[in-house]
């Protein structure tokens, strides 16, 4: 190596530092060029996704807004306060729930005087006959309520009763002569309104699922939760309602609950499968001569049953009434409009958290499962699925019930489309350990020689340098 | 009838606060017993997989349809079981008793029967349709039968049985299932919450590799052997040739068949099940994923489906609307009796099959083209390295 001076050993002097150029060429090429090429052309392939958006849907604030329009009557409140009507009051509160995202209840009460006809329909005789003319129910949009306020002594309640609630989305409330007249109404209407909307009970129902185990207490009966709408996993689920008439000699059939009594309805049913009546046949029945012996079943009290059994099924609860409230009846179809609204609320909130869920647990997931991949289907989905929760939360905030509904429900379909699509194992059974074994016999040949190379010019060049300092 | 309603309704819950009262001492004692039985679910499902073929694999076959065979007495309906087989035992040319799997010998049971139902068989079965089946990622035209549709109250009995490593599971013969894939499925699962408890029973060699690096919570699993053992079988049959079950599948079996829907049976006994003594390799747990404690675990919980009821206390009062019940009634019956008779609809061109023009068919080359190509063939070769060649072919 150490040159003697003699033109053979110039030339292999350049020859020599010629090869280490090479070397160091090769080195460069293969570190700054093959390496990221490497790296680039063997990552799966993810397509961007809005991540800092998934994570903020966590800590979205839910506002949920029910607007109620309150009709107050000539003899209701006191002449001076009636002169400030038209105005408008705002009643918010936090519902406290152990869970990411916080809810805010907002009721928006619209007061205005009450009109010729709403007037004379509820000076009639009994509440049912004032609503009958008062219906109009298709033009309330969902999530909406109207309150009547009548005065103090009116006839059209019972004396005892200071309020009472529709079959649709009307109630009717008491007025007071009183100087705080628009407070105490404001209170009495805002009871009702929950009582028709939306209570803690119905939301903490609606988040089962997702609130930690602590939250329930052993005393408090853990509401049956059927959430048939939300187990995207199962194809077209069915609840399941079936008679039982027992054989002659099994008749007649009783259940009995834990204290031994029969149970009134002869009936039981379970959660997301559906609901099992025992029917007793009247035994005077059997003793007809002719065989076969035709019995007809009583299907109205069969019905009554199978109904109430569906109404549980679908988690409609018997709402807390305030006090001296009267509830009407139901109606012919066994749902009351503002149950209906109660479950469109739950449902809303309840979509907006699985699709919540979904998201996170994806981004969770692609932290944490280095070969799953996304393809930019699947991308698009997440971000419509984003935009939709974004929407629906919009559309809450507002009071816009059905297309809120309907944005939290696109937006729980899109999120269980981009998890569930079977793309994202399109690298199964690559693990990493296995990745090495691909890759080494590629790159060992390869990377040896050079390496050793550039150990050794190292070597060279530091024994060059250190070599002048000896001499000197 | 809002009166009615009202006083229907103080009348239940009267009813309820004396219900409430009479049972106010014996409500405590009742809570215990609830927490006891309390799980969680409300429906379960079993993933069942034998993971070999070939007929020398028999006791893989017999293992996986025992344990079905055991599922389905406990309870779990076959549109709740997923189970993969190689399914070539049954029909295979070397069984001496066509259509039967034995797994007893003096061929007691034959664990086949009449009703078996095998949702991924033969070349179905591999890694990629077994993850897809676990994680719910599906194509969308899969059968109900094929996927698990499992929510977030579901405890899942997953059962594999074949020939494992430290670390993995065979599949097939061609390809195999590492313990890493099987914890990120898991996790995949938790994630989306497609199970409430999951119970993981492992029949190979070295399973207890398989269980090592879960990390999804709610996860119990049981394995046959530690690491670095094999799992044995249990007792050829001189009359079918092979062996006919392995011996930690058996003891289980034999633990199982006390079980019935009603036991009290709970995990403990179930991590006694094939000592050492017995089974020759060593049974492994692992229950530290698991919230509840082992003792509180009923088998039923896995291996049965026990449904939780409520009794139904409430009605919703219907107002009897009699003329209109009658009335519809009477016009179903005259409906009836005026429906024409049904035919089929005309699909067939009949009248163009008949009168169809003869086909035209596809041209052939004449037979004789490739004889006579080939024969042009061997007389090229032979012009050209000499006539002396054709001694190696005649």
Redesign the interface.
């Given at each position: 190596m150490a040159a003697a001076g003699s033109p053979g050993a110039a030339a292999t002097d350049l020859e020599v530092v010629r090869g280490k150029r090479a070397a160091l060429f090769f080195a460069a090429v293969a570190i700054v060029l093959g390496l990221p090429l490497w790296w680039k052309t063997t990552e799966t392939y993810r397509a961007p996704l809005p991540y800092s958006q998934i994570s903020g849907l966590n800590a979205l604030q839910l506002r949920l807004m029910v607007p109620v329009t309150v009709v107050f009557t000539r003899d209701s409140v006191p002449l001076d306060d009636q002169g400030k009507l038209p105005f408008t009051v705002v009643h918010e509160r936090e519902i406290p729930l152990k869970y990411k995202m916080k809810i805010k209840c907002r009721f928006q009460k619209t007061y205005r005087r009450a009109l010729d006809h709403e007037e004379e329909a509820l000076s009639l005789g009994n509440v049912?006959e004032a609503e009958a003319v008062l219906a109009q129910p298709k033009e309330q949009p969902e999530g909406s309520l109207t309150v009547y306020v009548i005065s103090e002594h009116s006839s059209l309640l019972p004396q005892d009763m200071m309020s009472y609630i529709g079959p649709e989305r009307t109630a009717v409330v008491r007025g007071i002569m009183h100087r705080e007249a628009f407070n105490i109404i404001g209170r009495r209407i805002i009871q009702v309104a929950q009582t028709m909307s939306l209570t803690e009970d119905v939301l903490a129902a609606a988040l089962a699922?997702h609130l930690p185990e602590d939250k329930w207490s052993?005393d408090k009966r853990r509401p049956?939760k059927s959430s048939l709408g939300s187990?995207a996993?199962?194809?077209y689920p069915v609840l399941n309602f079936l008679l039982y008439v027992p054989e002659l000699a099994h008749s007649p059939l009783y259940?009995q609950?834990?204290?031994g009594a029969p149970?009134?309805?002869n009936?039981?049913?379970?959660?997301?499968?559906g609901?099992i009546?025992v029917y007793n046949v009247d035994p005077k029945a059997y003793n007809a001569s002719e065989r076969p012996v035709r019995v007809e079943v009583d299907?109205?009290k069969v019905?009554?049953?199978f109904?109430?059994?569906l109404?549980?099924l679908f988690g409609i609860a018997?709402p807390q009434v305030p006090p001296k409230c009267?509830?009407?009846?139901?109606k012919?179809e066994?749902l009351m409009t503002w149950e209906l609204d109660r479950l469109l609320w739950a449902r809303s909130v309840e979509n907006l958290a699985t699709a919540t869920?979904?998201l996170t647990?994806?981004a969770?997931?692609l932290g944490?499962?280095s070969n799953i991949v996304i393809k930019d289907g699947v991308a698009s989905e997440v971000y419509r699925a984003v935009a939709a929760v974004q929407k629906a939360a919009e559309e809450l905030a507002s009071g816009h019930l059905s297309s809120a509904f309907t944005a939290s429900q696109e937006a729980v379909t899109s999120s269980e489309r981009a998890?569930?699509?079977?793309s994202?194992?399109h690298l199964?059974?690559f693990?990493d350990d296995q990745k090495f074994a691909v890759y080494i016999p590629l790159f060992l040949p390869m990377t040896v020689p050079i390496l050793l190379s550039l150990v050794k010019i190292f070597l060279e060049t530091r024994k060059s340098w250190k070599k002048p300092e000896k001499i000197d | 009838m809002a009166a009615a309603y009202f006083l229907s309704r103080s009348a239940s819950t009267l009813a309820a606060f004396l219900l409430l009262s009479f049972g106010s001492v014996a409500s405590q004692v009742e809570d215990q017993a609830e927490q006891f039985f309390r799980s969680g679910h409300t429906n379960n499902w079993a993933v069942l997989v034998c993971t070999s073929r070939f007929w020398f694999n028999y006791r893989h076959v017999a293992n996986t349809l025992s344990v079905y065979r055991s599922v389905k007495r406990l309870g779990i309906p076959d549109s709740h079981i997923v189970l993969m087989l190689a399914d070539d035992m049954a029909c295979n040319a070397r069984n001496p008793k066509p259509a039967t799997v034995f797994s007893h010998k003096n061929m007691e049971l034959n664990v086949y029967g009449d009703d078996v139902e095998v949702d991924y068989r033969s070349y179905e079965v591999t890694v990629e349709n077994f993850l897809r089946v676990l994680t719910g990622r599906i194509p969308p035209s899969t059968p109900r039968s094929k996927c698990l549709l499992s929510d977030d109250r579901s405890n899942i009995l997953i059962y594999m049985t074949g020939h494992g490593g430290n670390g993995f599971l065979k599949f097939q013969d061609s390809e195999e299932i590492t313990n890493i894939e099987l914890a990120d499925a898991f996790e995949q699962m938790w994630q989306k919450r497609r199970y409430n408890e999951l119970l993981f029973i492992i029949d190979t060699c070295q399973g207890a590799s398989m269980y090592e690096r879960f990390y999804s919570p709610n996860i119990m699993a049981l394995a046959s052997s530690q690491v670095g053992e094999d799992s044995l079988s249990h007792q050829p049959d001189p009359a079918i040739g092979v062996h006919l079950m392995d011996r930690y599948t058996f003891y289980v079996l034999e633990f199982l068949e006390e079980i019935n829907p009603a036991s009290q049976t709970n995990m403990n006994d179930l991590f006694q099940v094939c000592p050492k003594s017995l089974c020759v390799s060593t049974p492994g747990h692992r229950t530290d994923l698991f919230q509840r404690d082992p003792k509180n675990v009923l088998i039923t919980d896995f291996f049965g489906s026990v449904r939780k009821v409520e009794i139904t206390t409430e009605t919703v009062s219907l107002q009897q609307d009699s003329e209109i019940t009658e009335s519809s009634y009477k016009e179903d019956q005259m409906e009836e009796e005026l429906m024409e008779p049904l035919k089929y609809a005309e699909q067939l061109p009949v009248a163009q099959i008949i009168h169809q023009k003869p086909k035209l068919k596809d041209w052939h080359p004449p037979g004789g083209f490739i004889l006579g190509l080939w024969a042009l063939i061997i007389m090229v070769f032979f012009k050209t390295y000499g006539i002396k060649h054709m001694k190696f072919i005649f």
């Open positions: 049912q699922d052993s049956l187990s996993a199962s194809l259940i609950d834990k204290d149970v009134a309805t009936a039981f049913h379970s959660p997301r499968w609901g009546m299907v109205v019905m009554e049953v109904l109430a059994q109404r549980l018997h009267l509830l009407s009846g139901l012919s066994g869920t979904t647990s994806l969770q997931l944490k499962i998890f569930f699509d079977p994202l194992l199964l059974y693990p | -």
